[in-house]
């Protein structure tokens, strides 16, 4: 049961589905796993030893005898003192709104310092963000109230990816800013090609990268490449880019497939989430956890997850 | 969990060393045996081994001085003041009777004692006088370690405010016992004891015969002992009620449901905690399926005949599950009232496997056309037996598109 315990420190991803609240999500993961360590071997209950006075057996009544015995101490017992773990330290990572799903990362016992250490580097989260064009409404989701209904005919996708290229534009002026590195220096020109651009401390939503997947008029599908947004603030781009195109756009569904090292394929369902799956998932992610911690290097747009696992080893056996 | 043995019940008795001269005229044989095991404590229903403790009391006889030396006799309890805790009566009735009796000036405690002097000296640390937990009691109360053994978990009863002090005043032999017997006699199982305790431990203040009464009035109702043994067992307050109050829970749900008294009586033996739960959310749910959902009476009878928890079943969790069934599953209300433990199911369950039989093109849910995939089955079966069986695909496969959505 200690062994156990100590396997799960450490930090590991679930998917949030959608329509769930991250909270229920940390608190089921929280109970599974209480109930999963307390159905596991206990060690043995302590014993004292007491001196008892009384007659012996085969004995005169009236003569007193002392006998040591073995006794379990009653206060140690479970149903005196209570189970063991009556909680366990989960902290969640960076937080998913209700309507949205996708990876989220939870920390146990001492992994919730990684949780901050990892806030800290500042790395990118990548979305997929499916919109519909013809319709607005007030919370800029499709179950919203609907403020007003456009036409989309003239929208294609060239159209389409001037805009994204604007917001990709805009937003990466914004990074370079929030650099705080000269802009027309060759340091600033090498840490941009490495990828090592990243703020140092906390911004408004920035956008690294963005690009169009999928273009079925009405429907479409956005791969977005984030810094500190939130779900909302995405909702709000696929709204603007409806304005920008002169028509209007809702977001269908938001879904997290990366955040930080942590992605999509690492991710638990939740018909996974108990002790065995989750020690397995812990001791999986040791590694790229603190390959991440150490290396500055952020995941560039469009690079995949693999090369950077890659280059990340490679950079943990040089360090 | 393993199971625990003890060795030994000892009852302890504390004899304090202030003031009272000891004298024995036997000599003393020092032993050091061990006992052999004869108890176990019941553990929380895993384990097979459980049985009645035997306890075996050893009463230490109380010393009372005389100067002529005489043989000791044991105390008598019965004139103890009735406030102090059952242990500690026998403390003021060694004070008191040291006290009365001392004829010879007290001892000096740097003076020299005899071994069999020093053998009788229990030095136990006193009891505190106020604490949270029933721990520090619990080694040299009777009552709470019977408690224990019998498997009741009184780390949950003293989080409740008052039990604890409470359980502490009783004394096992007088006030628990005869409930016990009562409760094996109306047919809870021995191993259910500790549980039904932990649930309602206001059962030992109750009167035996209001007890004895309210389970003849059970039984006048012609429930059957094997209910009324259920009945007791699965809603431990319901003891607890007077007549009149468990006459008008029934009489609720006849009038309410418009069911005959033989379908109230198995719904009530199925659901007892529908007798001692509150009766607002039951009302408010009848009338969330009558105008809300549209069921007709004789439907939603029928429900409830069929899965009786839907009567306390979160509003807000049915209303979810009958909007995507009804609105986005397309399903009627005759075909939920076929299968209601949909309404029993998670909404999560129902909305993935929903969606991946829509993108695999085989949620149909209309008996007439082929390919139909019954209610019941989409909500109860394991993920396993569903992807084989009506989705046709890997649990790979719907692990995939679950990450999808």
């Known amino acids: 049961m200690r062994r156990a315990y100590r396997e799960l420190q450490g930090l590991f991803a679930v998917y949030k ?8 999500v940390r608190d089921t993961i929280e109970t599974r796993l209480i109930q999963d360590l307390r159905s596991l071997d206990r060690p043995p209950q302590p014993e004292q030893v007491r001196f008892l006075l009384g007659s012996g057996e085969g004995q005169d009544p009236s003569e007193l005898t002392l006998t040591a015995t073995n006794v379990p101490v009653l206060a140690e017992h479970p149903l005196v003192k209570g ?9 969640v990572g960076a937080h998913l709104d209700l309507p949205s799903s996708g990876v989220l990362i939870l920390g146990v016992g001492s992994g919730n310092q990684l949780l901050q250490r990892l806030k800290s580097q500042h790395l990118s989260k990548e979305y997929i963000v499916q919109g519909v064009f013809g319709k607005a409404t007030d919370d800029f989701s499709d179950t919203g109230r609907l403020v007003e209904k456009t ?28 650099a705080g590195i000269d802009l027309h220096s060759q340091e600033a020109y090498e840490q941009a090609v490495a990828g090592l651009l990243r703020p140092s401390h906390k911004t408004t939503p920035l956008i690294t990268g963005i690009r169009c997947v999928h273009f079925d008029p009405p429907h479409f599908t956005l791969e977005v490449q984030s810094l500190n947004e939130t779900q909302q603030y995405l909702r709000k781009v696929v709204h603007e880019i409806g304005l920008e195109l002169r028509s209007s756009a809702v ?7 990366r955040d930080g090292p942590f992605t999509q ?39 995949r997850r693999e090369s950077v696992r890659a280059t990340n080893t490679e950079s943990a056996e040089h360090t | 969990m393993a199971s625990v043995f003890y060795q030994l019940c000892h009852r302890y008795l504390f004899i304090r060393t202030c003031g009272f001269l000891i004298t024995f005229h036997k000599t003393r044989v020092y032993q050091r045996t061990t006992q052999v095991a004869q108890l176990s404590i019941p553990s929380s229903g895993r384990s097979n081994a459980n049985f009645w403790l035997v306890a075996r009391s050893w009463r ?20 103890a003041p009735k406030h102090l805790l059952p242990f500690e009566k026998q403390f003021q009735q060694i004070a008191q009777l040291s006290l009365q009796d001392c004829e010879l000036p007290a001892k000096h405690p740097l003076e020299n004692i005899t071994e069999d002097e020093a053998v009788q000296i229990n030095a136990e640390p006193p009891l505190p006088a106020c604490s949270n937990t029933l721990k520090h009691y619990v080694e040299q109360s009777e009552t709470l370690r019977q408690l224990v053994l019998l498997g009741v978990d009184l780390s949950k009863l003293e989080q409740r405010p008052n039990v604890g002090n409470m359980l502490i005043r009783l004394d096992f032999e007088k006030d628990i016992k005869e409930k016990l017997l ?35 009035y059970l039984k006048s109702k012609k429930f059957t002992n094997t209910a009324i043994a259920r009945i007791i067992s699965k809603a431990p307050y319901l003891l607890n009620f007077n007549v009149e109050r468990i006459d008008n829970r029934l009489g609720f749900y006849q009038k309410e449901l418009g069911l005959s008294k033989q379908k109230t009586m198995n719904l009530v033996t199925r659901l007892p905690r529908l007798l001692t739960g509150s009766l607002e959310p039951v009302k408010e749910n009848l009338k969330v399926y009558e105008i809300e959902f549209g069921f007709h009476k ?11 928890k839907v009567l306390t079943a979160n509003k807000k969790k049915i209303t979810g599950i009958f909007d995507y069934v009804h609105n986005t599953m397309g399903v009627p209300h005759h075909m939920i009232c076929r299968f209601p433990q949909v309404l029993n199911c998670k909404l999560l369950r129902i909305k993935e496997r929903h969606l991946f039989l829509k993108y695999l093109e085989r949620a149909q849910y209309d008996p007439s056309l082929p390919n139909y995939v019954s209610l019941d089955r989409l909500a109860t079966l394991t993920d396993e037996v569903f992807c084989r069986e009506i989705a046709l695909a890997t649990v790979k496969d719907f692990e995939i598109f679950q990450k999808t959505l």
């Open chain 1, 265 to 303: 394929h690492d991710a638990l369902l939740h018909s996974h989430w108990d002790l065995d799956k989750v020690r397995a998932a812990v001791a999986e992610a040791g590694p790229r956890v603190w390959a991440a911690l150490r290396c500055a290097r952020d995941v560039q747009p469009g690079e």
């Open chain 1, 251 to 257: 977001c269908g569904q938001v879904r997290r497939t």
């Open chain 2, 182 to 216: 009562f409760l094996k006699e109306v047919g809870v199982l021995e191993n259910q004891l500790g549980p039904f305790l932990t649930k309602n431990p206001f059962i030992l203040t109750e009167n035996l015969e209001d007890l004895q009464i309210r389970v003849s």
């Open chain 1, 151 to 178: 036409t989309f005919d003239h929208v294609t996708l060239c159209s389409l990816e001037k805009i994204i290229a604007m917001i990709d534009g805009t937003h990466r002026k914004a990074l370079l800013t929030y």
């Open chain 2, 298 to 308: 004789n439907e939603i009878q029928h429900i409830i005949s069929m899965v009786p």
């Open chain 2, 60 to 79: 230490l006889p109380a010393r009372r001085y005389t100067s002529s030396g005489d043989k000791v006799q044991p105390a008598d309890e019965e004139n």
């Open chain 1, 17 to 24: 589905p959608p329509g769930v609240h991250w909270k229920r």
């Open chain 1, 83 to 91: 189970p063991p773990f009556p909680h366990l330290k989960v902290g």
